[in-house]
């Protein structure tokens, strides 16, 4: 499962889809996913940067944090040159770590518990993001039919694919509501909902920025917006662990040191990305992921959002992961005797 596979919000008018931002750089077959690699600071000092390698998904509000660490040099000032591969999707990122190709790996929390589910040996000890990608919205149509969860019952809701994060996201807001997840049918659209909805072929769906703020303004309704704190307190009880980065578990003690540092500067960079002007932050992003794209919309959704999403620091919220696991287990996709716990390492930062 993979709430960050293929999280492209491609629509017209709006900010281009980061499906074709991912083949930047010529393609890497690497662990069975074509993977990109994106800048990385060189070591410009007389005493050589240790270089290490972190793949992400390509989602753009997940990368803010790790690209404003590259460009204003929050990485180098820790001794580190960090190459960033931009994956197509959080489970590709996955599968180059386990299977030996980078040095770390960012991903929503969903794809490493799932990943741990299944045997896989590594360790999450950094967070980057806090709360999911996705708001749940009406097709511009259906907003006085719909107007809250319970009404999702005998309606048509869009969503990425089974199992996937806004699926889980769906079942998990439903049992909530007291509303039967039983009476609801899924329509599986992919990554981009956007016209799906639009159109009415789907009553509701799970979807992301920018779609989001151009469905408001055909008219369309937000039922919940787990983008926003406000709703994520109000409906999941707080914050629902998203981004970070993980290790193979078999590294961690031989990089300890190394992962501290790399905290260290992506705290930094979450810090800035809370506070620094929105225009700084969206200049730090590779020309060639915001090239052709609404960037006036991009700098909104990123300053709406920013201090909803991004922590100020790189600490793990065990009580934000436990939410995570919580729903997966509900939503039938993990079994009672898996715990979170087993795959967060808390004390790498002290958390």
Do not use: W
Not at 304 to 331: C, F, G, T
Request: glycine share 12%; hydrophobic share 45%; proline share 3%.
């Amino acid at each position: 499962m993979d709430c960050c596979e293929g999280t492209s919000c491609q629509s017209s008018g709006g900010a281009q889809g980061l499906d074709r931002r991912t083949v930047l750089r010529g393609m890497l077959g690497v662990a069975g996913g074509a993977l990109v690699a994106s800048g990385g600071l060189a070591a410009a000092e007389a005493a050589p940067a240790k270089k290490i390698r972190l793949a992400f998904c390509s989602q753009l509000l997940c990368i803010v944090p790790y690209e404003v660490a590259r460009a204003e040099g929050h990485f180098k000032a820790e001794g580190l040159d960090v190459e960033l591969v931009y994956t197509r999707g959080g489970g590709a990122a996955m599968q180059a770590l386990v299977g030996g190709a980078v040095d770390y790996a960012a991903t929503a929390f969903d794809v490493a518990l799932q990943a741990y589910a299944r045997g896989a040996k590594i360790v999450r000890f950094a967070s980057t993001g806090r709360l999911p990608l996705f708001a749940l919205a009406t097709a511009p149509a259906r907003a006085k039919e719909i107007q809250g969860v319970k009404d999702l019952e005998n309606r048509l809701v869009g969503i990425s694919a089974l199992g996937n994060a806004d699926h889980i996201l769906v079942l998990y807001l439903m049992k909530q509501a007291g509303a039967d997840a039983k009476k609801v049918r899924f329509a599986i659209l992919g990554p981009n909902l956007f016209d799906a909805l639009r159109l009415g072929q789907v009553d509701a769906g799970m979807v992301q920025e920018p779609a989001l703020s151009l469905l408001t303004e055909a008219g369309s309704r937000v039922i919940v917006n787990t983008m926003d704190i406000g709703d994520a307190n109000k409906y999941l009880g707080g914050p629902y662990e998203f981004m970070g980065v993980a290790v193979r578990s078999a590294e961690r003690d031989q990089r300890l040191d190394e992962m501290r540092r790399l905290a260290r500067a992506l705290g930094k960079a979450l810090r800035a990305t809370r506070t620094e002007p929105v225009e700084k932050l969206i200049g730090a992003l590779p020309k060639a992921m915001v090239a052709g794209g609404n960037t006036q919309r991009l700098a909104a959704a990123l300053g709406r959002y920013r201090k909803s999403l991004y922590p100020d620091n790189a600490r793990i919220d065990l009580a934000a992961s436990l939410r995570v696991a919580n729903s997966h287990r509900e939503a039938g996709l993990l079994k009672p005797e898996v715990k979170a716990e087993g795959v967060l390492d808390l004390k790498v930062l002290g958390g």
